[in-house]
């Protein structure tokens, strides 16, 4: 199995620009979570899918930060416009029985 | 609020067993222990979970009090590798299952040669 997979690893952006994060969950899994990791903050859940439908965003910043899953095998985080304080590391995770896999991340730096 | 306390940091010798504690004094009967780890520039990794009985797998073992209000997590024999923060979890599995997970601080476990 490959896993949860997101893209891209690795981007740099200017702040006002459109980011579009993007995760393939593993194949079954019926839920899906983002999470954003910063040393501050540290692993904060922004909203989870069940069966594609989002079921609880109460975690998502503000109104510039959008998520979307058109379909089972595929997730998109939007952020519009970015800003330097988005910078930070991406998860996505998704829901196998009872256990939640994490894919390796995107590295997110707003300048 | 994370619903876990654990010690921020400890050092343990490679090749002996790192015994990393966890207290979760306001578990409720439903949710259940899990114990992930995060390597540098990685993703969280499963390691183990469990209820009430101790449970062991390829991994690690994870010991849970009579009571259920501490758990103890046993890498049993450390190597350079197992290097990570370690974080202690309760989670329910009710809800259709889909409930996320709730991180704390963790434990930075680091392994000395």
């Known amino acids: 199995d490959a896993g949860v997979i997101q893209s891209p690893r690795h981007e740099v952006t200017e702040m006002g620009q459109e980011v579009t994060l993007r995760c393939k969950p593993i194949?079954?899994?019926?839920?899906l979570f983002w999470y954003r990791q910063t040393m501050m903050r540290g692993l904060e859940l922004l909203i989870y899918?069940?069966?594609?439908?989002?079921?609880?965003d109460s975690g998502m910043p503000e109104d510039r930060f959008s998520a979307k899953m058109p379909n089972a095998s595929f997730s998109t985080l939007k952020i519009q416009p970015s800003e330097p304080r988005d910078s930070a590391v991406y998860f996505c995770?998704?829901?196998?029985?009872?256990?939640?896999?994490f894919g390796e991340g995107s590295w997110l730096t707003v300048v | 609020d994370a619903k876990t306390t654990q010690p921020p940091s400890m050092d343990c010798a490679e090749g002996r067993a790192a015994n990393l504690p966890c207290n979760h004094s306001?578990?409720?009967?439903?949710?259940?222990v899990y114990w992930y780890r995060q390597i540098h520039s990685q993703g969280p990794q499963y390691i183990i979970h469990?209820?009430?009985n101790n449970e062991t797998n390829e991994m690690a073992s994870l010991i849970i009090t009579e009571d259920r209000k501490s758990s103890t997590l046993i890498l049993p024999h450390a190597t350079l590798r197992d290097t990570a923060v370690y974080y202690c979890?309760?989670?329910?599995?009710?809800?259709?299952?889909?409930?996320?997970?709730?991180f704390g601080k963790g434990t930075h476990l680091i392994i000395q040669p």
């Open positions: 995770a998704s829901l196998g029985g009872n256990t939640i896999y």
């Open positions: 194949s079954g899994h019926n839920s």
């Open positions: 899918f069940n069966n594609n439908v989002p079921i609880d």
């Open positions: 306001t578990i409720s009967g439903n949710e259940y």
């Open positions: 469990g209820l009430k």
């Open positions: 979890i309760v989670r329910s599995h009710s809800g259709g299952g889909a409930d996320g997970l709730t």
